[in-house]
Nanobody, 122 residues
Framework: QVQLVESGGGLVQPGGSLKLSCAAS?????????MSWYRQAPGKQRELGELVAESTGDGNLLYSDSVRGRFIISRDNDKNTVSLQMSSLKPEDTAVYYC????????????WGQGTRVTVSS
């Protein structure tokens, strides 16, 4: 079992920056394989949202085309955290951002955080 808690969302003006953080806890944190950030419109199913960025189990960093060059994902395995530094924010980045992790490997169980809302508006 793993629990994920996100923080750092809020209201920001277009062109601004925001940093999201996700902390993992629980008896299986040592088995975390990948950690990623998804986003979804409020009220919609998070599992159908957009994969924004991922720190893969084999050490790669992946980004969606919509955020590449503007967002940076970083992971601290010692602290069991993953963060998402978002820059040059656009109104279309407005969404609920979810932290997600998978245990053991590519077919392992998946856990989600509760989400943190990001609103980009002037």
């Amino acid at each position: 079992q793993v629990q994920l808690v996100e923080s750092g969302g809020g209201l920001v003006q277009p062109g601004g920056s925001l940093k999201l953080s996700c902390a993992a806890s629980g008896r299986n944190v040592a088995n975390i394989y990948d950690m990623s950030w998804y986003r979804q419109a409020p009220g919609k199913q998070r599992e159908l949202g957009e994969l924004v960025a991922e720190s893969t189990g084999d050490g790669n960093l992946l980004y969606s085309d919509s955020v590449r060059g503007r967002f940076i994902i970083s992971r601290d395995n010692d602290k069991n955290t993953v963060s998402l530094q978002m820059s040059s924010l656009k109104p279309e980045d407005t969404a609920v951002y979810y932290c997600r992790t998978r245990l053991y490997g590519n077919l392992g169980p998946i856990y989600w955080g509760q989400g943190t809302r990001v609103t980009v508006s002037s």
